[in-house]
């Protein structure tokens, strides 16, 4: 116990690595599920959802990014509410994000599903069990996070390259389609209405990704430098490639062929559907297989950054001391990784993932919002809260205007579940910090930096 106390995590990932990650727990549900959802709300103009959604991400990783740059331990978020605005907000977010990544990947591991059912049906399967499937690649998945993050980037790497590499295939055969139709989507443009917001709200998980970078803050090598930059870039290019294939798709495909079913609704393999529309058979095959390992990376990466919230949370006393030891052998938080997996198998055979991952989604967006009110509580917090990151926001404070504003309103648009998913996560954390946390975390010297923010004065902000 006393050895395993003294273990820290290796910072082992560098720049490259660090976008990868971010990349592959972005693109799985960004262009493998998503695509049809937006077009079932918003029609060809879909593209712009995934712009409008991206820029208000952007907004808020320019935040993240100068909160991660002071504050690069494991745990992301939760750190920084912690530090900011107290061990209860703290224990709230710690435990709605793990939720939320956690549900997530839960979503990720069903979700390929449908393009499983894809290359069953053409070879003639039948009764072939899903959930049986979603199992196996879950242990994997719990064995190669239990092995280390050296691991995890051998897998990680090539599946991001390949199912990148396979969408901008289909995407340059789109081009020569006889099909196409550059400007159908942009015919009835509206790219400022309530229908093109619900869209972007409703893809803004297909983002999330950039937060789950900050949770592995500890195991990055120069943070301070590469935590920003990481985040960025891959923000940057997670958002041109969701709307380039999201405009592409639209230019290409019949406006019914993203809808199934009757009452008709949104397809779940629109990839699938999209090889089928510029290739043949073969082409649609190796496009679904490619979509079962990306959803699978998506939930590996998952799992790897929703374990170090609860580790973090331990190492500060909110929870059990157990979940903040490390495997002597492998220097990795085994009881978290393998308590996440335990609660996705829960929710894979218990619940309907896709209204999970939607309520899940809610707080998501809620922490993109607090992520902004953060800097601001922290730069005007005054000379007792000294506040000098190595990276600052440009721009200050129109990013976390906008950060705000923007997600305020894309919560609103997104419905009573995303609500009551957020609710739900306070309920949680509230329930968790006055059952075990108040009881066993170390005493804060001191106030918070919120409330000397709140009874600072002007002259003392100056300079910040």
Known sequence: MGVEKTVELARTIGLKTLVILSLSSMLGSGIFLLPAFAHEVVGPGMWFAFILAGSVVISSAYSKAELASAMPQSGGFYVYAERTYGYLVGTISGLGLFASFMLKSAFALVGFAAYMKVITDHYGIENVNSNAIAMVLLAFILLVNLTGVKAIKKVQIPIVTGAMAMVVVLCIMALFSPDLDLGRPVE??????????????????????????????????????????????????????????????????????????????????????????????????????????????????????????????????????????????????????????????????????????????????????VLNLTVVVLRGAGPKHEWNPTYRSPLYPLPQIYGTVAGIFMLVLMGKKALFGGGGAILLGIVAWYAYGRKNVKPREGTTPLNAFLSRDDSEAEGN
């Open 188 to 369: 009835n443009f509206q790219p400022v209405s309530l229908s093109m917001g619900t869209a972007a709200a409703l893809v803004f998980v297909a983002f999330s990704g950039a937060i789950k970078v900050g949770a592995i803050g500890g195991e990055v090598i120069d943070p301070e430098t590469n935590l920003p930059r990481g985040m960025i870039q891959s923000l940057f290019i997670a958002t041109l490639l969701y709307a380039v294939v999201a405009y592409i798709m639209a230019a290409v495909m019949d406006p019914g062929a993203f809808m199934t079913g009757t009452p008709p609704h949104a397809v779940e393999n629109p990839i699938s559907v999209f090889a089928d529309s510029v290739a043949g058979t073969a082409v649609v095959l190796i496009a679904s297989l490619v979509a079962i390992i990306a959803m699978a990376s998506m939930a590996l990466a998952g799992v790897l950054s929703s374990s170090r919230f609860l580790y973090a949370m331990a190492k500060d006393g909110v929870l059990p001391a157990s979940l903040g030891e490390l495997n002597e052998r492998y220097q990795t938080p085994h009881w978290p990784i393998l308590l996440t997996g335990l609660l996705m198998a829960v929710s894979i055979y218990s619940f309907d993932v896709h209204v999970i991952a939607e309520l899940a989604s809610g707080f998501i967006l809620m922490v993109f919002i």
